[in-house]
Nanobody
């Protein structure tokens, strides 16, 4: 049974930093590309960042480039999303997800077969 478990969300002020993490189990982790997506209240789930299976290639939505960094540790079976200079508009539930290499457009949420339960990030102004 595949499980993705996020942790490390929280409430913080604008300008702060946070690094949610995602622990994976039940899958051959090193063969999956991993992504972070987020859902704000009343909006669809949107792509945030993706890292390839080997950890050598990353992609980001334009609005977070230079502030967010996705990383993975294949030995620990973990994925991280380092977030800096957070803004109120970054408030959302952040989901970790696993992509078996569906080769759709990078930002397409349909790439992902498995999803975590999400972790809430709330940024106050």
């Amino acid at each position: 049974q595949v499980q993705l478990v996020e942790s490390g969300g929280g409430l913080l002020q604008a300008g702060g930093s946070l690094t949610p993490s995602c622990a994976a189990s039940g899958l051959t982790f090193s063969t999956y590309h991993m992504g972070w997506l987020r859902q704000s209240p009343g909006k669809d789930c949107k792509f945030v960042a993706r890292i390839d299976s080997s950890g050598t290639a990353t992609h980001y939505v334009d609005s977070v480039k230079g502030r967010f960094t996705i990383s993975r540790d294949n030995a620990k079976i973990m994925v991280y999303l380092q977030m800096k200079s957070l803004k109120p508009e970054n408030t959302a539930v952040y989901y970790c997800a696993a992509d078996p290499n569906r080769r759709l457009r990078i930002s397409d949420a349909r790439n992902y077969d498995y999803w975590g339960q999400g972790t809430q990030v709330t940024v106050s102004s």
